[in-house]
Nanobody, 121 residues
Framework: QVTLVESGGGLVQAGGSLRLSCAASGRTSISYATGWFRQTPGKEREFVATISWNGSTRYADSVKGRFTLSRDNTKTTDYLQLSDLKPEDSAVYYC???????????????WGQGTRVTVSS
């Protein structure tokens, strides 16, 4: 059983930055992908970005050029750097892991608890 713990959310002014972390434990496979999604009240969970086991990345058009994925050398923690934040980026951000990178939340097996990002104008 994989457990994901997210951290790094908070309140930031427009134009500011945050770094979200997704720490994994209990994973036995090195072949995995991490996806990041965000959700606001009344809306479906929205794809943000994904990174494959070999480091290949893909971003939603709305965050491309502003958000950056990375991973630590031990491959136990993934990061999502949020830069040039806009009020419309405010949401609860979730990390998820599965066997393959995907834009679809249903294809991920494990989810973190979420971390809230609030961007003030």
């Amino acid at each position: 059983q994989v457990t994901l713990v997210e951290s790094g959310g908070g309140l930031v002014q427009a134009g500011g930055s945050l770094r979200l972390s997704c720490a994994a434990s209990g994973r036995t496979s090195i072949s995995y992908a991490t996806g990041w999604f965000r959700q606001t009240p009344g809306k479906e969970r929205e794809f943000v970005a994904t990174i494959s086991w070999n480091g290949s990345t893909r971003y939603a058009d709305s965050v491309k050029g502003r958000f950056t994925l990375s991973r630590d050398n031990t491959k136990t923690t993934d990061y999502l750097q949020l830069s040039d934040l806009k009020p419309e980026d405010s949401a609860v951000y979730y990390c998820a892991q599965g066997t393959s990178p995907s834009l679809y939340s249903s294809l991920y097996d494990y989810w973190g608890q979420g971390t809230r990002v609030t961007v003030s104008s």
